[in-house]
């Protein structure tokens, strides 16, 4: 079956910025990243998606990484967790880079240990002192001394898993989230292609 209106490449592509996930390309960086997770992280971790364009990501996740353009709109823990996510399934498509999106998420978990408290908890923010918030909604205002909280440690929790595990770092307390992924997609019963034009094919499985 072939989907003939469907056409990802106006989706994945994006003619201004070279991140790959958001067609408004005015929006600022941190949205177009969480934009990428919502949508690629889905496709390829929970369908099996080889997603077209994934080397511009790769270059985006890279460059705006190293000169903290994702995260010069705020400071939140999901803007880390989201580019370490990225980067994982960008490395699970192909060699494309891999020894600079492999530092990168070095880089990434080190970033995100400024994000731990005093109690060993992790923050939603590095200053600890802002609104705790959890899927939209405000759970607390902000505090005059850091604190720890559960939407921050849940974020480096998933996060670190997932890099840890990847680069085979001994000792790991945390599993990789989507560590399983391949056994998640063979259970489908149909797959799922994208040409490099974007068009989507589906056939059920023999």
């Known amino acids: 079956m072939e989907w003939d209106d469907s056409n990802l490449y106006a989706l994945f592509h994006c003619d201004q910025q070279d991140i790959s996930a958001i067609v408004a390309d005015h929006v600022p960086l941190y949205q177009q990243i969480s934009g990428a997770l919502k949508i690629i992280g889905r496709l390829k971790f929970y369908m099996g998606i080889d997603i077209p364009h994934m080397d511009r990501l790769a270059d985006s996740c890279i460059k705006y990484h190293a000169n903290g353009r994702f995260y010069e709109h705020g400071d939140d823990m999901c803007f880390p967790r989201n580019v370490a996510e990225m980067c994982i399934a960008c490395l699970e498509q192909s060699d494309y880079r891999r ?38 909604g405000r759970i607390c205002g902000p505090a005059s001394t850091p604190r720890s909280n559960i939407s921050g440690t849940q974020g480096a929790i998933w996060a670190i898993g997932m890099i840890g595990n990847y680069l085979g770092w001994p000792d790991m307390p945390f599993g990789n989230p989507q560590g399983d992924w391949r056994e998640r997609v063979e259970s489908l019963r149909y797959r799922i292609s994208v040409d490099p034009a974007g068009r989507v094919e589906v056939s059920r499985k023999s």
């Open 99 to 136: 020894d600079d999106l492999r530092q990168t998420i070095v880089s990434l978990a080190e970033f995100i240990r400024t994000y731990q408290q005093s109690d060993g908890g992790f923050s939603s923010s590095r200053s600890g002192k802002t609104d705790i918030t959890w899927c939209g």
